[in-house]
């Protein structure tokens, strides 16, 4: 395998899409109940954080698909709550 050198705004948006906005990642998150939960709703603080020490590596349109994706789908919020409550 070649190594490849990529920069940490390379790496944060590679890791957000395939971590944080990928619908299998959230589902399993999902099947974890509390546990997973708390682990997504670290992801909206930790993303703050870094909106904070570094304002340009968190585009407004990450915002955006977190609002679309963790806000607005109200089949997930239900979900998240039900599995919150196991």
């Given at each position: 395998?070649?190594a490849?050198?990529e920069?940490?705004?390379q790496?944060?948006?590679?890791?957000?899409l395939?971590?944080?906005f990928n619908?299998?990642?959230i589902k399993?998150?999902?099947?974890n109940?509390?546990d997973?939960?708390?682990?997504m709703?670290?992801?909206i603080e930790n993303l703050?954080?870094w909106?904070?020490?570094?304002?340009?590596?968190?585009?407004?349109s990450?915002?955006?698909?977190v609002t679309?994706?963790?806000?607005n789908e109200?089949?997930?919020i239900?979900?998240l709550?039900v599995?919150?409550l196991?």
């Amino acid at each position: 395998m070649e190594a490849k050198i990529e920069t940490f705004t390379q790496f944060f948006n590679r890791d957000i899409l395939s971590r944080y906005f990928n619908p299998v990642w959230i589902k399993g998150m999902m099947e974890n109940g509390y546990d997973g939960a708390r682990y997504m709703d670290s992801f909206i603080e930790n993303l703050w954080m870094w909106q904070v020490t570094n304002p340009s590596l968190v585009k407004e349109s990450t915002w955006n698909q977190v609002t679309n994706i963790y806000i607005n789908e109200v089949e997930l919020i239900n979900d998240l709550y039900v599995y919150s409550l196991n």
